[in-house]
């Protein structure tokens, strides 16, 4: 063949690979309200910056099985391209070619394309859509060969940002992807997630159960905690991708991109004196303050259905990605139990991990106590976030809008865990307990020899009332301002700019024992 | 068959809301336990009718008790 013929041969070769696995499968990836892996990637990058690594890949031919079948591009399409300019490395498996499994040939290419990440340190992106190992080409003991994505992912970890969309099933092998990730969104309807799918389940523990029951996004997103955003679509899919990644830097070395924000910096903001009711015992919305304090009021909530009692989401103030972890006295009255304990430790090293600033709104009542939260482990759950914060060196601000009671003001990040600036709103109440709590263990002797303990325990409960005013804590400079709750967004971004150039040293460790 | 509204958190009875026969929207509050500092509200989880409460103000409910039902 001439040069031309071979020009023409590669040619047809690879319009082929780009069949995917037919006309056929392609209209069945539709009619699930699926897209297909290509018009994913499309979404994805920008126009024309994809460049696809192993396009005329195919399987292995190892087994007698696999013989005479085709498999474009082996299942799994990867590559790189640029997300709003910046660079990204993409392993995005085609469910219609062998429903996505994960064949020998696909996992070179998705060593490859993690390798190229990790050694290019751009983030690393999955779209997940596959049934899991490729088992006509896995059986038997060559098994022992396999695994080594795990720990490779695992090493990646908080070196580039790496997010799992999970746009189809994702069994077993392909369902531990996403737990070793930084963001998991997860698409209604048409993702689930489980360490083994419904035939396993059925076959080992002879439980009956859909995909959907057993890993659903509602599941994942709302009782398991393991994903962090349940998505409509493909496309919102793909959009929150997008928007996570604009946070972030790419990778560890960086800090995180500016965003011009037409929103002033020195902006004061009346509402913010209309949000904390007048008594201390009410709920309010803590998400309105983030909404008031934040530029242009967005704000990228991570598991928004997950441990409701603590939100934790990245905004941008001044124009500067800030991590933001809030009580929310809606749920629990804000009190943190084992699930907002995991969901806040997580999150910190995250921001931690990508030079993301950190910025806490406390009003926390405390942690939950009782024999229930004993048994499910409180103290090595609670003690994660103790161990999260004090390990953050990034930039970190808290405001005590209303409450900061015992071992949650520490975790919170009080004054001992580094705060760059701590200031309270004039509604701050700091103490180790409550009031009445406090007053009926230290006064217990008091109260029961009095005439009338019940008027001798109210007035003891108000003079230690009076201890709890932030003026105290103010007025011993343990805390650094009393201010106007209007002027926390100039403040707040004012603190982030001070703390730009933070540095601290710590002692040389391989790494500590981390209570999880 | 009813629906049963549980206690999501130990504590005291402080409000109790609403009363059998009484009409409820999704997120309305049917009562008020006080806990943690706190009074936070034990909400109905979908719209219906009111059937019995099963708690009385100052009374101490524990996580996961049954303290209304719903029809």
């Not at chain 1, 011009?260 to 309010?284: C, F, K």
Request: aromatic residues 6%; contains cysteine; glycine residues 10%.
């Amino acid at each position: 063949m001439g040069m031309k013929e071979l020009v023409e041969d590669l040619r047809a070769r690879r319009r082929k690979a780009l069949e995917m696995g037919g006309a056929e499968a392609l209209a069945k990836q539709h009619a699930e309200g699926k897209l297909s892996v290509r018009e994913r990637l499309d979404l994805l990058f920008d126009g024309g910056s994809f460049t696809e690594i192993g396009v005329l890949a195919t399987h292995a031919n190892i087994s007698p099985i696999m013989r005479g079948r085709e498999t474009p591009a082996d299942g799994v399409v990867t590559g790189f391209g640029k997300i709003n300019g910046r660079l990204a490395s993409v392993i995005a498996y085609d469910f219609t070619v062998m429903a996505g499994s994960m064949g020998r040939t696909g996992e070179v290419k998705c060593n490859r394309a993690r390798e190229l990440a990790l050694s290019k340190r751009i983030p690393m992106i999955w779209l997940i859509d596959s049934a899991g190992a490729r088992i006509q080409e896995a059986i038997g003991s060559t098994f022992a060969q396999s695994g080594f994505l795990f720990r490779e992912e695992s090493i990646m970890s908080g070196v580039v940002p790496m997010v799992v969309a999970m746009m189809g099933p994702g069994a077993a092998g392909t369902a531990y992807i996403p737990a070793l990730a930084d963001f998991v969104p997860m698409v209604k309807g048409t993702s689930h997630m489980a360490l083994g799918g419904p035939p396993l389940v059925k076959a080992v523990v002879g439980e009956d159960i859909t995909p959907e029951e057993l890993g659903g996004s509602k599941i994942h997103c709302e009782i398991s905690g393991v994903a962090d955003l349940e998505v409509a679509d493909d496309k919102a899919c793909i959009q929150v991708i997008k928007d996570y990644l604009s946070y972030f830097p790419q990778s560890n070395l960086e800090r995180p991109p500016l965003v011009a924000s037409e929103d002033p910096e020195d902006r004061m903001d009346e509402e913010l004196l209309t949000l904390v009711p007048d008594s201390p015992r009410r709920a309010y919305d803590m998400k309105k303050v983030i909404h008031h304090i934040v530029d242009g009021g967005r704000f990228f909530e991570l598991k928004p259905g997950w441990a409701k009692n603590l939100i934790v989401g990245l905004a941008r103030m001044g124009g500067q990605s800030v991590g933001i972890l809030a009580n929310q006295p809606m749920v629990l009255g804000g009190a943190l139990d084992i699930n907002s304990a995991d969901k806040a430790a997580r999150f910190i090293m995250l921001c931690d991990a990508f030079n993301i600033p950190l910025l806490f709104l406390q009003d926390v009542p405390g942690f939950l106590v009782g024999s229930k939260v004993e048994k499910e482990g409180i103290i090595r759950h609670g003690a994660k976030m103790l161990y999260a914060v004090s390990e953050a060196t990034v930039p970190k601000v808290t405001v005590v809008v209303r409450k900061a009671y015992g071992a949650g003001y520490f975790v919170m990040c009080g004054k001992a865990y580094e705060p760059d600036l701590i200031v309270a709103w004039p509604t701050a109440e700091i103490s180790v307990m409550g009031p009445e709590g406090g007053t009926n263990i230290i006064f217990r002797k008091e109260i029961a020899a009095a005439p009338s303990p019940d008027e001798e325990r109210a007035r003891r409960v108000e003079e230690f009332r009076k201890l709890i005013n932030p003026y105290v804590a103010a007025g011993g400079a343990f805390i650094d301002d009393i201010i106007d709750p209007r002027e926390t967004r100039p403040v707040v971004i004012r603190a982030l700019e001070m703390a730009q150039t933070k540095k601290i040293e710590r002692p040389w460790k391989k790494h500590g024992v981390m209570p999880v | 068959m009813p629906e049963e509204v549980k206690a999501h958190i130990t504590g005291v009875v402080f409000q109790v809301l609403a009363k059998p026969g009484d009409t409820v929207g999704a997120g309305d509050a049917i009562l008020v336990l006080e806990s943690m500092k706190m009074e936070i509200p034990v909400e109905a989880p979908r719209a219906g009718t009111v059937s019995a409460i099963k708690a009385k103000e100052g009374e101490t409910v524990q996580e996961g008790d049954t303290v209304a039902l719903l029809e």
